[in-house]
């Protein structure tokens, strides 16, 4: 079992996210496949940032299972979001079955949703599988529409994916899938509080994201790469 830690806000001040619940896991978590790493990742700038790299350094936030104990606490029902920085569970691209497991198990009853960069290898396929099947929204985030089609085939759980930054207009992949801009990134007056999509296990519609953030330059052209 690795022992990652944990912010857990129970009232975010995100204006995107609205007052839900969300954490923040330290660094370690995140893909070493993930092209936004150092590298146009919007939570590597502005005041996430510096929360990210306190919880990375143990000097804010909880060990995983007090962390896992908060969630579980959680009202049935509740939207949280799962990893406002950081990835699933494990040390870069691998799924820590065990802490997986926890997390899983922690939000029954809720309505939690987070995204992966992990690959989607066998193993970690197999994960995202078992925590869609118990409730556990987990989209595979893509970095532009070609992969977002590599994903949406593997046909195991919604796919989101980066725009560059001007999107704002719904957009098609190279395969013929939609993509729906997230209505938050367009509107003041929608939050993930009012809209929940990204919570839906079932969701076939690719949600798209448009590059925003300090490197949203850098975010861009990894958007533009394909
Ligand atoms: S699509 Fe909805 S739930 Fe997902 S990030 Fe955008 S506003 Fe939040």
């Known amino acids: 079992m690795i022992f990652h ?3 857990f806000t129970r009232t975010s001040r995100n204006a995107k996210t609205g007052p839900i619940p969300v954490t923040t896991t330290s660094e370690e978590t995140c893909a070493h496949a993930c092209p936004l790493k150092a590298n146009g990742c919007y939570a590597e700038g502005g005041p996430l940032a510096i929360l990210w790299r306190k919880v990375t350094e143990r000097k804010a936030g909880l060990a995983w299972d ?4 908060e969630i579980a606490k ?3 029902g509740t939207l949280w979001r799962h990893n406002q920085a950081g990835d699933l569970p494990g040390m870069g691209d691998a799924i820590d079955r065990e802490a997986m ?3 899983v198990r922690a939000n029954r009853g809720k309505r939690g949703y987070t995204y992966t960069h ?6 970690n396929a197999a994960a995202v599988v078992d925590a869609i099947g118990q409730g556990f929204a987990v989209n595979l985030s893509a970095n532009d529409l070609a992969h977002a089609d590599e994903l949406a ?3 195991i759980a919604p796919v989101v994916v980066v725009l560059p930054a001007d999107a704002t207009r719904a957009t098609v ?13 367009i509107s003041d007056n929608v939050t993930c509080a009012t809209c929940g999509l990204c919570a839906l296990t079932g969701r076939k519609a690719i949600i798209g994201f448009p590059a ?5 330059r850098k975010a861009t052209a990894v958007a533009m790469a394909a």
Do not use: E
């Open 153 to 155: 085939a593997l046909n």
């Open 5 to 7: 830690h944990i912010q």
């Open 101 to 103: 497991a926890g997390l």
């Open 118 to 123: 992990k690959p989607m290898d066998a193993d």
């Open 74 to 76: 959680l009202p049935k």
């Open 173 to 185: 992949t190279p395969q013929g899938r939609k993509i729906a801009i997230c209505p938050a990134t």
């Open 66 to 69: 007090a962390a896992m104990a």
């Open 212 to 216: 925003h953030g300090a490197s949203k």
